[in-house]
Nanobody
Framework: QVQLVESGGGLVQPGGSLRLSCAASGRTFSSYGMGWFRQPPGKEREFVAI?????????YYADSVKGRFTISRDNAKNTVYLQMNSLKPEDTAVYYC????????????????WGQGTQVTVSS
């Protein structure tokens, strides 16, 4: 069993930055691929970024955030991060982290554990 708790959301102006954190319980954190997803108001939840298991994992991003967001992990702290720069109003959403061992990193259905989400609002 893995429990995930996100933090770091809030209100930020366009062009600003935020860093989201996702703290995981359990001793097998390093064996999970960790993903970030988001659900904009009135829309379906969508993929944002993934980092594969172990240290220095492979990363992959949605086209909409590529070059602006960076996912990273610290296995010693059981934490995954999402650094978000150059934020736009369309980045407004509830952001979720999730854990998976399946290897099919882009499919939400393959994620076994989900956090409760943290709200990010980009507005002037």
């Amino acid at each position: 069993q893995v429990q995930l708790v996100e933090s770091g959301g809030g209100l930020v102006q366009p062009g600003g930055s935020l860093r989201l954190s996702c703290a995981a319980s359990g001793r097998t954190f390093s064996s999970y691929g960790m993903g970030w997803f988001r659900q904009p108001p009135g829309k379906e939840r969508e993929f944002v970024a993934i980092i594969t298991p172990r240290s220095g994992g492979w990363t992959y991003y949605a086209d909409s955030v590529k070059g602006r967001f960076t996912i990273s992990r610290d296995n010693a702290k059981n934490t995954v991060y999402l650094q978000m720069n150059s934020l736009k109003p369309e980045d407004t959403a509830v952001y979720y982290c999730a854990a998976s061992t399946s290897g099919n990193w882009l499919s939400q259905r393959e994620y076994d554990y989900w956090g409760q989400g943290t709200q990010v609002t980009v507005s002037s």
